[in-house]
Structure formats: C-alpha cells, structure tokens
C-alpha cells in the first residue's frame, strides 16, 4: 500500500515537471522557470534525487546564463550521483541510470564551452565518451543516435578551442562535479 502511495506522488510530481517542460518548450522560459522554482521549493534540496535530477536538468535549459545554466546541470549530476536502480524502477518511464550520464556529462561541456573553460569542457566530453555504451546501440533509438551526434559536434568545436594542449582540470572541488558549488538557486527577478 505504501509502495502504491509513493508510485502515486511519483506520478505526480513527474506529471508536474511534465507540464513545465512542455510550458518550456512552448517558448515561455521565464514561466519555467518561476514555476521550476516554485516545484524545487517543495522537492527540496534533500528531497527526491529522481524529481531533483529531473528538474535541474529541464530547469538548466530554461536559463539566460550560462553560469545558471551550469549550475542547475551540476545540481542534476549531483542528484543522479543520488539515485538507485530501484528508485528508477518505481518511476513508469524507468531507465538504466547509467544511460543517464552521457547527456548529463555532455551538457557540463556545453556548459563550460560557453562559459570559455575548454579543459572543464574536455573533461566532461571524456566522461560522457567513457558511459555513452550505456546508451545502447545507436540504431535502436533516436534518443541515444542523437546524443551521440551531440557529443561528436561538441567534441569538434572544442577542439579547435585554446588550451587543447592537454590543459588540466583541477579536481579540487571538494567532491563536487565541475567544481563548482552548489549553493541554493537564484530566484529569477
């Protein structure tokens, strides 16, 4: 009975972002956002890594700043560092988390392309290159062909980019991806 109690606030919560989504992909990013923050509100910074990932992933693209944008994509990794096989599989729409990763991993390096960090970007190509068999076959989906189209255009055009000498990354970000903080979310104004 509880299980059927969580399956349904699952549903819920996922329905909701749901909804924001498509209101994001409709063209009113500033909406989105306001309600993204509204839904972040009531996950919480501890609530469920399923709805966290989930959101900061959507939320990242609705975001004017790239600094914001790479923000909500680290809060997303950091959930997904959070989140169980069975956590996934009481969701409906239930993947392998590690399919999760590649685009994760490819949207940091998009983030940090824009942001001029070439070596960060580089970073997360290699991470996302190192899972992207978790995908499966490229034919078997639209989903897993694109995001690997995805990475190899973004791995073009880093290359071509200063620092490709082998410039390093520092890791000291005390166990956060991309070493950035975390931090709350800005509200938008």
Same mark, same amino acid.
């Given at each position: 009975?509880?299980? +059927?109690?969580? +399956?349904?606030?699952?549903?819920?919560?996922?329905?909701?972002?749901? +909804?924001?989504?498509?209101?994001?992909?409709?063209?009113?990013?500033?909406?989105?956002?306001?309600?993204?923050?509204?839904?972040?509100?009531?996950?919480?910074?501890?609530?469920?890594?399923?709805?966290?990932?989930?959101?900061?992933?959507?939320?990242?693209?609705?975001? =004017?700043?790239?600094? =914001?944008?790479?923000?909500?994509?680290? %809060?997303?990794?950091?959930?997904?560092?959070?989140?169980?096989?069975? %956590?996934?599989?009481?969701?409906? +729409?239930?993947?392998?988390? %590690?399919?999760?990763?590649?685009?994760?991993?490819?949207?940091?390096?998009?983030?940090?392309?824009?942001?001029?960090?070439?070596?960060?970007?580089?970073?997360?190509?290699?991470?996302?290159?190192?899972?992207?068999?978790?995908?499966?076959?490229?034919?078997?989906? =639209?989903?897993?062909?694109?995001?690997?189209?995805?990475?190899?255009?973004?791995?073009? %055009?880093?290359?071509?980019?200063?620092?490709?000498?082998?410039?390093?990354?520092?890791?000291?970000?005390?166990?956060?991806?991309?070493?950035?903080?975390?931090?709350?979310?800005?509200?938008?104004?």
């Amino acid at each position: 009975m509880a299980e +059927q109690g969580e +399956q349904a606030a699952d549903d819920a919560m996922m329905s909701r972002i749901g +909804q924001v989504v498509m209101l994001a992909h409709a063209g009113d990013r500033e909406e989105a956002r306001d309600r993204f923050l509204g839904l972040w509100a009531e996950i919480g910074e501890d609530g469920d890594p399923l709805h966290r990932c989930t959101l900061a992933h959507y939320m990242a693209d609705t975001q =004017d700043d790239p600094s =914001d944008e790479l923000a909500w994509d680290l %809060r997303a990794l950091s959930a997904a560092d959070g989140l169980t096989e069975e %956590r996934l599989a009481v969701h409906e +729409q239930s993947l392998a988390l %590690r399919a999760l990763y590649p685009s994760l991993h490819l949207n940091l390096a998009a983030d940090y392309v824009k942001l001029d960090r070439p070596a960060a970007a580089r970073t997360h190509l290699q991470r996302a290159w190192a899972v992207v068999d978790a995908l499966g076959d490229s034919g078997s989906s =639209d989903y897993a062909a694109g995001v690997r189209a995805a990475l190899t255009r973004l791995e073009k %055009r880093v290359t071509g980019l200063p620092g490709d000498a082998g410039e390093a990354v520092e890791e000291s970000d005390g166990g956060r991806p991309g070493g950035e903080p975390l931090g709350p979310p800005r509200s938008s104004s």
